[in-house]
């Protein structure tokens, strides 16, 4: 029987390749909304291709200190014209430039009050896009009886792997690094895979190659045809055994 496997990710707008890749290669995401909102992360901002190098576009948020992501408010509308206007100037002349802004605009348009419901309609927009279909997407506030007084994260995340009939976590290097108990994992009798991002250059808009940038850069570039090859390739999972 095919193991279930369970990812959980906080909401980033303008998600990178791994991000989506990850949602492609799992049976269940979690978007832990409920977590700090990180100001200097990149729950509101992530990178393009210029002619220098890497821009950084980025949502201004209102007093997002101390609060959680599901509770930031966008401020104002403004930076989605700019964010428009810096695409238009800088990938007109991508391949598939006109096919992502068929579906990007309309989504930066759309007058969301919270990054969160922003971030939930980029990821969807782009997953469509690709022609990635997740059945079973969660938010975390779902699981809020089953983690009820559990203080230790590590722990949380088990609760609710286990919540949702997972057989396996799938997760990122840096949690692995940091955070996270690896060991509650196997005491709760689940499996631990780790995301191995081994990025390989695609032609991009300008000279050079930039890794690590928004994912909209290589669709654009690339098309969904093209992007999800270079996903499969890019991104693959080891399991954790200490």
């Not at 959980?8 to 990178?16: G, V």
């Not at 201004?60 to 609060?67: G, N, S």
């Not at 969160?116 to 506030?141: F, K, N, P």
């Not at 690094?177 to 009798?189: I, L, P, Q, S, V």
Request: with cysteine; net charge negative.
């Amino acid at each position: 029987m095919p193991q279930r496997i369970v990812a959980m990710h906080q909401p980033f707008a303008y998600p990178w390749l791994g991000y989506l890749a990850k949602i492609a290669d799992s049976d269940v995401l979690i978007y832990l909304e409920q977590v700090q909102f990180q100001v200097k992360g990149y729950m509101r901002r992530n990178y393009a291709r210029g002619p220098q190098g890497r821009m950084l576009l980025s949502i201004p948020c209102e007093k997002p200190h101390w609060t959680s992501v599901d509770q930031v408010r966008i401020a104002g509308r403004q930076w989605a014209d700019v964010h428009k206007k810096t695409f238009e100037t800088y990938y007109a002349r991508a391949p598939y430039f006109g096919e992502v802004c068929a579906w990007l605009f309309p989504v930066l348009d759309e007058p969301f009050d919270l990054l969160a419901d922003l971030v939930y309609a980029m990821v969807d927009a782009s997953l469509t896009y690709l022609g990635i279909e997740t059945e079973h997407m969660h938010r975390q506030a779902e699981f809020a009886e089953v983690t009820a007084g559990v203080e230790n994260p590590t722990e949380r995340l088990v609760k609710i792997v286990q919540a949702v009939g997972g057989d396996v976590y799938r997760t990122g290097r840096l949690a692995i690094d940091t955070y996270m108990e690896k060991e509650r994992f196997a005491d709760a009798g689940l499996g631990l895979d780790v995301q191995v991002a081994r990025p390989e250059p695609y032609e991009q808009c300008f000279p050079g190659f930039e890794p690590n940038l928004m994912a909209v850069d290589a669709m654009m570039c690339l098309g969904p045809i093209c992007t999800v090859d270079y996903m499969r390739r890019c991104f693959t999972y080891e399991v954790w055994n200490g």
